[in-house]
Structures are given as structure tokens and as C-alpha cells.
């Protein structure tokens, strides 16, 4: 490799960015001001390590890594699952836990038992359609929604839901609960295939340095 | 006139090529043309349209739903070929004498899956590629992946890597596992993700031996250049798996030979959800593009499917994604 090239990150927006750049800081890896929450910047670099960092929306960090605007992502399992693209997915990171679940009022169990035809409101389509024809058997009718899930059955737009749950406070507060455990999910570590014969020393390095911290914690 | 928006653009994932990117595109493919001619390969054209049996999901090649398909007026299933190596191995079982191999055949043209993800794929696309038929060696395995180098080099790319497996390895390991053609099926696909982690949770709640768990849970990371061999006889447990990497160990000095070492690595994990290969199987990545610019393998029982059993070994170039890495890496590639 002749140029010095950049090893790009891409990190989900929130918290799950927040805990990875703390992990990155421990492993001795300044995360130039990417922290700072009153930033506008977009892209934050590394020049002495040639790591490059940035932010972007949970769905679209498997589409930059897929197509190698980034060589390594972070991102939910959640995410990978429903975007479905070629990644190598090398590392569980360990936060960020929290499950896939059917979620509903009491009453809308029976609707799981029986064939009715009933209508599921989710942000994860293709996880939802998995769980109800691949792994229940049962025809549902899948409303996609972008936001505020739990909304849907309380207005009738749907019987039960698709949805994360971390703590089901939310759940709750709206007269919801945990009907069905779909997955448990954490915060992964995916790789680009190319990148990760092209650049194997590099990211095998950072995946083992992370590794081992991590697994301190355990 | 009003004329209709719908017919004056092309469906999606077709296009049409003019002017000076054709001319580029046809000088590129004249080069690499030149690199088969060298090594001795003659040009073979296979229709485009094929029944339904040649791409068929016991051959193993792409998801029925991904193919285009229609009915002839006896109402048999017809597709739009989805690759070209099936389509060459039923013409070789079709048209050549005993005397007539190894057989040495190349070939260019458009391939059509009908992919359903957006990710800006095209569904028409043109490969070109060769397939070396009637020999099972290491050297018809080295040339084959010589032959990949030096058309890379020659469409200008100076960075790029092949990477090498040898699909034995897995298949022996799940043979021993005991696993049932599903759980065989996510354990491959998680492997190829390099999933380890995903492969131990599957394999814990499997009666498959200790050792037989822990090799496979190696196998995501057993990549890297011949330095791994080592690592790899480690984790073989039986005898298809050693002949697996001593066939890997060989090609890599045949490569070592050619001067073209540099080019390849070895991957123990790399594997396909194309059920025909049988040995080794590789593809060659660049910058650029999320995805391999090249793809080959070794198919020995593929022409056993029409009739004639023989052993083969081919690879297969997509132009679409070279000119698309070439172009990133600011590479001209006209004449």
C-alpha cells in the first residue's frame, strides 16, 4: 500500500456512538472531539492513528460500510438484521443490549394463538415478517411506521407491535407489555469485505485491542 | 407531441452504454480478450435464454425467485442466464470429443438477476470469464488464479487482492458435525460473515464433538497469507481437510513461481452460497466497490449434472463493478 490510507468508522447517532468512542478512549485511541455534543462537524480524523470517524443514522451505517465509504461500522443487531447486506459482522460489543419483542395490551394475546388475520406495526419490517411466516406460521398483514410505535394499538392502527424493548417503561406508561421474545440484541462491530482483505492488519489489530478490553469487563 | 415518460427511460437496473465510456469499456474488455488468448483459451457463446433445469437449485447457483423467468409455447420454465459457468459446463458435456480435453474455454456476455434490494445493482450485467474443463491439479487450480491476476493487472488495477479457500475444509467439518442441512446452511452463512461468536451459539446447543465445534468457530479467522497454512493443519482434523490445505500450500507455490505471490491470500472461511464448487474457491476484491470484482471456483461434479462427469475449474470477471473501481481509483482504463 503506497498512500497512507484512512480507516473510516461509522457510528449510529446516540448513545450507541457515545458508549463505542468511551470504548475507543480506553483502548488509547483519541477520538478527536467527536464526543463534543455542540459540535456541527461531520467527520472527525485522527491524523496521527489515520482513523476517521463519523456519524450517521442507524439503517444507513450498514449502507456506507456495504459499499466502502466506511471500513468498519456500529451498529445495533437490530439494524444488520433488517438491512440485510453482506457485511462481516466480527465483534458483539456487549452494550447496547436489548430485545426484539411482540408487544401489545393483555388482551391482544389471544390474537397470537389464533390464525386471525391480524395487523402488525413495525420499524422492522423484514424482522417482523421473518418472526410472523417463517418462525410462527401465522399471515399478518405489516404496517410499517417510523417512529412512536407504541402508539398503534393504543389508536387501533394495529393489534400488536413489532418493537426494542430495553427497560418497557414506555411499555408501561401505555398500558403495554412484553407479549413474545423475537430476539436479544446488542451492539456489533461490522467490517467491509474488501476492506477486511485489504486493510487485514489494521482492522485485525483494532478487533483484537477491542476484544481484549472488552472481555476485561466481563 | 407529448411522449410518454415510461418509454424513454430504460427499466430499472438496465442502461444504455454510448460514446466514449463504451469505447473505454470495449478497449478494456479487448485487454483483457488478450490475456485469455494467451493462455490458450478459445471463445465459446451459450444462448441467453436456458431451460430452467441448468440454473436449477440442485446445481445450486442463483435463488429461483432472483431469476427471470418465462414460458416457451410448450409451457417448459425459461430463464435469463444468471452466470455463465452452468450454461458453459452443459455446452462442454453437449459438444466435445474425449480427444478435445482439457478444454480451455472463454467467454462474454450479459448475466440477468432479478436482485429485489435497492442497492443500486444492476440486474443486466456483463461478464466475462474462462473455464478450464477435464483437469483436477493444483496447476490447473494456479493457472486459473494466474490467469485472474494477470487480467486485473491488465485492466490497469495496480491494489487488489484474490482471496483463496478451499470449500473441503467446511464441508468435511460439518460432515463430522452431525448437523442437519439447515443449521449446516446458517453455520456457512455465518462463517462467511465472519461471525464467530454467531457460529459458537449455534453450535452450543449441537451434540457436534469438542473439537469439531472448535475448529469451525476457527474458521472465520483462518485468513491471511501462507503464514496461516500452519494454523490451518492445526484445526484439520481428518484427512480431507489436510489435503484441503497441502492443495492450498502447492497453489501458493506455483504462485510463489510466477512472481504473482503478492496478489493472494488464503481464507479458510471463504464460502459460497453457490452449492456447485467443490475445492478451492476465491474472489478478488479491490478498492472502490462493496463487492468482489471477480469470483471463481472449482466444480468437479457440475458436469455430471448433463450427463458427462469431468472435472473443472473457472472464474468469472464483472465488468460493470471493475470499470465502477477503476473509475474510483481514478484509474483510466481507455485506450
Do not use: W
Not at chain 2, 442466464?81 to 452452468?86: E, G, N, Q, V
Amino acid at each position: 500500500m503506497s498512500q497512507k490510507r484512512y480507516l473510516t468508522i461509522a457510528l449510529t447517532k446516540g448513545r450507541l456512538a457515545h458508549d463505542t468512542l468511551e470504548l475507543f478512549e480506553r483502548i488509547g485511541v483519541n477520538t478527536a472531539g467527536a464526543m463534543d455534543k455542540k459540535t456541527r462537524k461531520l467527520i472527525f480524523t485522527n491524523e496521527e492513528l489515520g482513523l476517521r470517524f463519523f456519524l450517521a443514522k442507524g439503517p444507513d451505517v450498514p449502507t456506507y460500510v456495504y459499499y466502502g465509504a466506511a471500513d468498519i461500522g456500529i451498529v445495533g443487531r437490530d439494524t444488520i438484521i433488517e438491512e440485510n447486506k453482506k457485511l462481516y459482522e466480527v465483534l458483539d460489543l456487549g452494550y447496547g443490549k436489548c430485545r426484539m419483542c411482540v408487544c401489545g395490551p393483555a388482551s391482544a394475546r389471544k390474537y397470537l394463538e389464533g390464525g386471525d388475520q391480524i395487523r402488525v406495526a413495525t420499524k422492522y419490517p423484514n424482522i417482523a415478517k421473518d418472526y410472523f411466516y417463517r418462525r410462527k406460521n401465522q399471515t399478518v398483514e405489516i404496517i410499517k411506521l417510523n417512529g412512536s410505535i407504541e402508539l398503534a394499538p393504543i389508536v387501533g392502527l394495529a393489534e400488536v407491535i413489532v418493537d426494542i424493548v430495553e427497560t418497557g417503561s414506555t411499555l408501561r406508561e401505555n398500558g403495554l407489555e412484553v407479549l413474545e421474545e423475537v430476539l436479544d440484541l446488542s451492539a456489533r462491530m461490522v467490517v467491509n469485505q474488501v476492506s477486511m482483505k485489504m486493510q487485514n492488519d489494521r482492522i485485525t489489530e483494532l478487533i483484537t485491542r477491542l476484544r481484549n478490553e472488552l472481555s476485561k469487563n466481563i | 407531441m407529448i411522449i410518454k415518460n415510461r418509454v424513454m427511460h430504460t427499466p430499472e437496473g438496465m442502461r444504455d452504454l454510448y460514446g466514449k465510456s463504451l469505447q473505454d469499456r470495449r478497449a478494456l474488455m479487448k485487454r483483457i480478450h488478450d490475456v485469455f488468448e494467451s493462455f490458450g483459451y478459445s471463445d465459446i457463446e451459450t444462448p441467453t435464454i436456458e431451460y430452467f433445469d441448468v440454473f436449477s437449485s440442485d446445481i445450486g447457483t442463483t435463488p429461483s425467485n432472483e431469476l427471470y423467468k418465462f414460458f416457451d409455447r410448450d409451457g417448459n420454465t425459461l430463464v435469463l442466464r444468471p452466470d455463465f459457468t452452468p450454461s458453459v459446463a452443459r455446452a462442454a458435456a453437449m459438444h466435445f470429443a474425449d480427444s478435445d480435453f482439457p478444454l480451455r474455454l472463454s467467454y462474454e456476455g450479459s448475466t440477468f438477476v432479478n436482485s429485489a434490494e435497492y442497492q443500486g445493482r444492476l440486474k443486466e450485467s456483463r461478464q466475462m470469464g474462462v473455464e478450464l474443463i477435464g483437469e483436477d491439479s493444483a496447476e490447473a487450480d494456479a493457472e486459473i488464479i494466474a490467469l485472474t491476476c494477470r487480467m486485473l493487472l491488465a485492466s490497469g488495477l495496480k491494489e487488489f487482492q484474490v482471496s483463496v479457500g478451499e470449500v473441503n475444509f467446511f464441508k468435511a467439518l460439518a460432515d463430522k458435525s452431525g448437523l442437519d442441512e439447515e443449521s449446516t446452511e446458517t453455520v456457512r452463512e455465518l462463517i462467511s460473515n465472519k461471525n464467530f461468536f454467531g457460529v459458537a451459539e449455534v453450535l452450543d446447543g449441537t451434540k457436534a464433538a469438542p473439537e469439531v465445534k472448535e475448529a469451525m468457530q476457527k474458521l472465520p479467522q483462518l485468513f491471511g497469507s501462507a503464514e496461516i497454512f500452519d494454523a490451518a493443519e492445526a484445526f484439520a482434523l481428518g484427512k480431507r481437510e489436510k489435503s484441503a490445505v497441502a492443495r492450498l500450500r502447492r497453489i501458493h507455490e506455483i504462485l510463489c513461481g510466477k512472481g504473482l505471490d503478492r496478489y493472494v491470500s488464503f481464507d479458510f472461511g471463504l464460502l459460497s452460497k453457490y452449492n456447485y464448487y467443490t475445492g478451492i474457491i476465491f474472489s478478488a476484491f479491490t478498492y472502490g466497490t462493496g463487492e468482489p470484482v471477480a469470483r471463481g471456483g472449482r466444480y468437479d461434479l457440475l458436469l455430471g449434472h448433463f450427463g458427462r462427469e469431468n472435472p473443472a475449474v473457472g472464474v468469472g470477471l464483472y465488468i460493470d463493478q471493475l470499470t465502477s473501481s477503476l473509475i474510483r481509483q481514478g484509474i483510466p482504463y481507455g485506450r
